[in-house]
């Protein structure tokens, strides 16, 4: 709502009123919902991960499981990361929605911008690989999150102050993973000059 009460004025005051849906959809789509939703994933869900794991690496858990041949990775890494996978991008799905409909119902109820004029801009702005390249990315947050996460657990050591060191490095860690790899995929996925806003004006 921050980010859509910039663009309706900047753009009411150039005479660009349908183009707001457009840019706000595709802001959305394309960093905003993956970006934002995997800094609180990773806030959450990887500093949970890091303190369970680590706990149990103190506690010797891990050892125990070794003990009765199981491999620790296949038994508590690999379900963490796959969980990851499938349900960031459910996440992101769910917050371009709610992005969407709360920056529309901000345009019209604070700047009288109509409601159809900011969905029909975003419908013709928006491209299915738009939407794609967004699931993709939450994918891959998705796995850093969980893989950095469940890697320092893990490899916890020194009791208590070491679950908390490593908590808070596996945030660290993840975070700066999630805005060099949207870079990296950004830069593969939306090189060149765009026309997605032509269709919206």
Do not use: H
Request: glycine fraction near 10%; charged fraction near 10%; hydrophobic fraction near 50%.
């Amino acid at each position: 709502m921050a980010f859509t009460i910039q663009f309706v004025r900047e753009f009411t005051r150039l005479g660009l009123n349908r183009s707001v849906g457009g840019v706000l959809a595709l802001a959305f789509s394309r960093e905003l919902s993956p970006v934002v939703t995997a800094i609180v994933v990773a806030g959450r869900i990887g500093s949970a991960f890091a303190a369970e794991l680590g706990t149990m690496q103190v506690s010797e858990q891990t050892d125990t499981l070794r003990v009765l041949g199981a491999d620790p990775v296949d038994y508590l890494v690999t379900p963490r990361v796959l969980a990851s996978s499938i349900a960031l991008p459910l996440l992101t799905l769910m917050c371009f929605t709610v992005g969407m409909a709360s920056s529309a119902l901000l345009a019209d109820g604070v700047y009288g911008l109509s409601i159809n004029i900011i969905l029909d801009s975003a419908q013709r702005a928006l491209k299915p690989w738009d939407i794609i390249s967004a699931m993709i990315k939450s994918q891959v947050f998705g796995a850093i999150i969980s893989m950095v996460s469940c890697a320092w657990g893990v490899t916890t050591l020194g009791g208590a102050k070491g679950v908390g060191e490593s908590t808070t490095s596996a945030v660290v860690v993840s975070l700066v993973g999630i805005f060099i790899s949207d870079f990296a995929l950004s830069y593969c996925f939306f090189q060149g000059a765009g026309d997605s806003l032509k269709n919206c004006m």
